[in-house]
């Protein structure tokens, strides 16, 4: 069997899911992978086949998004790649939210599952956001378009959606507590975030940013290049973390029993609907980092932790829920 894997690179997460499922994937046939999105960090050991600019997300500086910039990013390019893609190689389509992928299947009358995070959105028992956003509603529902939906989500809320993809050296790992907290917050620069870190002596910060290529350290703070092997490190071994509003990194945090102040990327609107998703579990969740933040930090940061979280299904076994429910293109 030819499978074709599509990944939404905007974020770090749909590329360490790909990574986390390939193995399982290889068992039922040829896997090629392709990547669309400029934004995603990470150096891949995927054998990705094909690659394009695809529509990728820009931040402000300030933590909100910036739709200029990505509305540039959307060209009539989009439409010669989708035509170019050689779908009919393919028995099956799976679609991790990549857009060029799904007007491909559209054009060439392809059928294809939608699998990962923003699937389990197409029910409306999955938590959404309470701030009005329209656009952030359609891009959800409609971006990417699908014969079937297989959804992940921090908890089941209807049926075919499945708990996250957790990674092997997160699942295999000794636990432990060292004090620091991790610290990853892409809408934020290390100017903006340093004096409210500096402002809590007591504690150390391992901050994950693409602003450095090396180790820096800072009095009470630790700045390290986005990498996933250091990253997921500083997470086994930290008292808490402060994150975005993500799926992945809170999943696996969450899985870990470690508590979790998650600040969304202001106007991103899956980011708030996870953010709504998290405050339901018990997280701390806050708008942005201001004025209030040092008192919030420190009520937090004593605060007991009582999250649960239970993994339902192995990787293996939603990998086989996938395949059981994946449309076949014939030749």
């Known amino acids: 069997m030819k499978i ?6 905007t974020g770090n997460g749909h590329i ?12 039922y046939g040829e896997v090629d992978f392709f990547l669309s999105g400029s934004n995603a960090q990470l150096n891949s050991s995927l054998p990705i086949k094909y690659k ?15 739709y200029g910039k990505i509305s540039k990013s959307l060209s009539f390019n989009i439409y010669k790649e989708a035509k170019a893609l050689p779908l009919d190689k393919y ?7 990549e857009f060029i992928t799904s007007l491909a299947c559209k054009f060439k009358k392809k059928k294809s599952i939608q699998f990962g995070h923003q699937a389990s959105f197409q029910s409306k028992r999955t938590p959404r956001a309470s701030s009005f956003n329209p656009i952030g509603n359609l891009v ?14 921090f908890e089941s809320y209807d049926q075919h959606i499945y708990n996250p993809i957790i990674k092997d050296e997160v699942v295999q790992a000794t636990v432990s507590d060292e004090g620091h907290i991790c610290v990853y917050l892409p809408q934020y620069s290390i100017e903006f975030l340093q004096p409210y870190l500096l402002a809590q002596p007591g504690f150390h910060f391992e901050v994950f940013t693409k602003e ?30 402060i994150t975005a509003g993500g799926f992945e990194t809170p999943a696996e945090a969450m899985y870990l029993k470690k508590k979790i102040l998650s600040i969304p990327i202001l106007n991103h609107f899956e980011q708030e609907c996870n953010g709504a998703a998290m405050k339901k ?30 993994l339902t299904h192995s990787t293996e076994e939603i990998v086989a829920i996938l395949m059981q429910n994946m449309p076949t293109n014939h030749h």
């Open 4 to 9: 074709f894997y599509a990944i939404q690179g």
């Open 16 to 27: 360490s899911r790909a990574e986390q499922l390939y193995p399982y994937l290889k068992k």
């Open 52 to 66: 394009s600019n695809g529509v990728s997300l820009h931040y402000k500086t300030t933590g909100g998004m910036d």
């Open 91 to 97: 028995d099956v389509i799976i679609n991790d939210f």
């Open 140 to 153: 959800l529902d409609n971006f990417v378009q699908s014969t079937n939906y297989l959804g992940l989500h």
């Open 212 to 241: 450095v290529t090396q180790i820096t350290n800072y009095k009470n703070i630790g700045f390290f290049p986005i990498e996933n092997k250091s990253f997921t490190s500083s997470l086994i071994r930290c008292h808490g973390l």
């Open 281 to 310: 579990l018990g997280v701390t969740v806050i708008k942005k980092i201001d004025a209030k933040f040092n008192q919030i930090f420190n009520d937090w940061v004593s605060a007991e932790n009582h999250i649960q979280f239970k």
